[in-house]
Nanobody
Framework: QARLVESGGGSAQAGGTLKLSCAGS????????MAWFRQGPGKERDLVAQ????????YVAPSVKDRFTISRDNANSALYLHMSNLRTEDSAVYFC????????????WGQGTQVTVSS
């Protein structure tokens, strides 16, 4: 049974840094494209960044470009999102997703981790 577990969320000051992790299990981690999404209060779930199974980055949202970095470690079945220069508008629940594409959907989702950025 596929499982994705996010960690690393929490509170940060504007301008600060957080690193999210997503541990995958129960599926062929190294064969699947993966992505980070986020959903703010009262907002739709938006794609933040997407990475191919090989590690090449497919997409980074313009709002986080040059501030957030997506990466993965296939040997340890881990996906990461390094977030720097955080802004209050980055506050959201962050989800990792696996096995799919942003335009057609992903097969597996994590439960989400809350990120709160204060000014």
């Amino acid at each position: 049974q596929a499982r994705l577990v996010e960690s690393g969320g929490g509170s940060a000051q504007a301008g600060g840094t957080l690193k999210l992790s997503c541990a995958g299990s129960g599926y062929q981690f190294s064969s699947c494209n993966m992505a980070w999404f986020r959903q703010g209060p009262g907002k739709e779930r938006d794609l933040v960044a997407q990475i191919r199974h090989s590690g090449s980055v497919v997409y980074v949202a313009p709002s986080v470009k040059d501030r957030f970095t997506i990466s993965r470690d296939n040997a340890n079945s881990a996906l990461y999102l390094h977030m720097s220069n955080l802004r209050t508008e980055d506050s959201a629940v962050y989800f990792c997703a696996a096995c799919g594409y942003a335009n057609t959907g992903f097969d597996y989702w994590g439960q989400g981790t809350q990120v709160t950025v204060s000014s």
